[in-house]
């Protein structure tokens, strides 16, 4: 496996990114939904929400990252079994991700600084709040973030599907290229 | 004849009268000059204080016959601020005051009893989270006056503790943190 992608095969940074995406996305999911059913005197009420934020931080600057790295690596051409309606609809479905997960991001930012208050990463910086003080911004914005994210997961599963499909069905090597082969 | 004129006169210009006697004040929340805060205590260790910023309302008081005064103020409970937007955004969901669903609040006085010099007890009828209840809330009347520009005004204080089960709030924050505590300060700017 070789570091670098190249017209035949995904390169291994971007691979590792895209899984550990799959797996912060889904987290966070979870996290999310979780840590706003939890009751006052849960040991998680407040570690929740820090670590959801703190995480969330974090993949927004890996998703900068990565499509800055996509930019500058391109991706491997298309495998010619797929058919160029294949080819479009794939496109669309990853800049929708691409699109939807900057988006939820932005609007769960925009939550926590709606105050004016920074956003801790992990006691380690923090960054400030930008666009603040609109009335009820927290709640819209709270709105906002919880419908995207599940447009976002959804958007995923369907995403997972197609995968396997090119896999099981179509027997092609759109899952194990991005599984370094 | 004369006699019955000139009472006439007096009972009409009594009448006449009764709108100045019976003062009806608005709420200055225009000039901020009002304020519905709360606080309620955090864990046993510590108060934790908020406000709402949006309501409006009026009162009639007259000085001499200050049992017959009476009270009305709509709240938005959406507008309650803790200094913490997250914190607020919580306080707005269904664990609380649900403002979705109840997005108004209401206090209607059905009676006011003078007790002492310038204090009272003001009953009435809050509603909250959907549900009435009648509360009473302990006022003082703090002073009244014209201002530097052209009105005249008055001002009271109230307090008055709410039981937040009372009120279907349920969410439980702890034994020290069944009740809030309410501090209001009203100043009204006479009707002309």
Known sequence: ?181 | MKKTILTTLLLTLSILAVPAQAADYDIDTKGAHAFIQFKINHLGFSWLVGRFNKFDGHFSYDEKKANASSVEVNIDPASIDSNHAERDKHLRSKDFLDVEKFPTAKFVSTGYKAKGKNKGVLKGKLTLHGVTKEISINVKHIGAGNDPWGNYRAGFEGSTTLTLADFGINYNLGPASRTVEMFLSVEGIRRK
């Open chain 1, 1 to 181: 496996m070789q570091w670098r992608t190249t017209t035949e095969r995904w390169g291994l940074l971007t691979i590792l990114i895209h899984w550990l995406t799959a797996l912060t996305v889904f987290s966070l999911f979870g996290l999310g939904l979780w840590m706003v059913s939890l009751d006052y005197y849960h040991a998680w009420y407040r570690q929740g929400p820090n670590l959801h934020k703190s995480i969330g931080i974090l993949l927004f600057i890996l998703t900068l990252l990565r499509l800055a790295w996509r930019r500058i690596e391109g991706r491997p051409a298309a495998l010619s079994s797929h058919t160029a309606r294949e080819q479009r609809l794939a496109h669309l479905a990853h800049v929708m991700l691409y699109l939807l997960m900057i988006s939820v991001m932005v609007f769960g930012y925009l939550i926590s600084t709606a105050d004016g208050r920074a956003i801790e990463v992990f006691g380690l910086f923090s960054v400030p709040a930008t666009l603040h003080g609109i009335d009820k911004q927290e709640d819209i914005a709270g709105v906002i973030h919880l419908w995207l994210a599940v447009t976002l997961i959804s958007l995923v599963v369907l995403h997972a599907a197609a995968a396997v499909k090119h896999h099981f069905f179509d027997r092609d090597r759109t899952l194990t290229r991005m599984l370094g082969r």
